[in-house]
């Protein structure tokens, strides 16, 4: 119907065409190629281009309605985002129903569930997806490797569902993430190295999952990370002292995993560090560092 409203209009206005019936004013013959040989007055002259004057504005307003008709017509989501969206329905299970819009028109444009979009089209002339807020809606299923298709994605949020199998390494493809928020599922497998080049990562919450491995070494190029929560896991291994180059670092929680190895008194280097939790572990020697002393904000530890 959109798109009918909009030929109509567009056939309105190219109808425009500024010749006018003097039949209706005058009680001539409709003959506008005889027009020329009527003998008018200067009165009548000067009330035949003030109309022509006004048809010609009318024409105008009409040609920019449609033309701005049709720029609105024009915004849709960028098909890979919808692709993407797609097939994250896909490979999930929503008993309660939450995702059963996501057939229905535009996914910005008619507001799925949880699809913040961006209000405007970008350089490529579409709109894309700002936040995915599916947090506590009783999904179960995977997680599919096309989230990495968000080119412009900002928070993505599965917190608190059912989710089980490994975290897609193609989040790591987008740059534009500050928050990744997938705690409260049963996720497994290891943490993939590709998180580690989110520059833009304020916080990454994996906490309460079953995911095992050791901490990636990548995980030290979060320049942006402020919060680090991997507690409630099954991590191995040694902590990597490169993760004492965090220098925006608030929290980093790492409790409750089976962690080897030494405290790396590098961390004393966190100077805005306010939680370090580190118990329940198998770290050798209980010895924290004495270096921690300089730790001057940290509350928790």
Known sequence: MMWESSWWNWKAAYDCNFEFNLRDNYDIPTTTAKIPIIKMTKEEQT????????????????????????????????????????????SLLDPSKHLKNWNKGDPCVSNWTGVLCFPSVMTNGYLHVRELQLLNMNLSGTLAPELGQFSQLQILDFMWNDLRGNIPKEIGNIASLKLLLLNGNKLSGSLPAELGYLYNLNRLQVDLNNISGTIPESFSNLNSIKHLHLNNNSLSGQIPPQLSNLSTLLHMLLDNNNLTGYLPREFSNLSDLRILQLDNNNFSGAEIPTSYGRLSVLAKL
């Open 47 to 90: 009330k035949i281009k003030g109309k022509m004057r006004l048809r010609y504005w009318e024409c105008i307003y009409a040609l920019s309605f449609c033309f701005f008709k049709l720029i609105a017509v024009a915004q849709i989501t960028d098909p890979a985002e919808v692709s993407a969206l797609l097939a994250i329905k896909s």
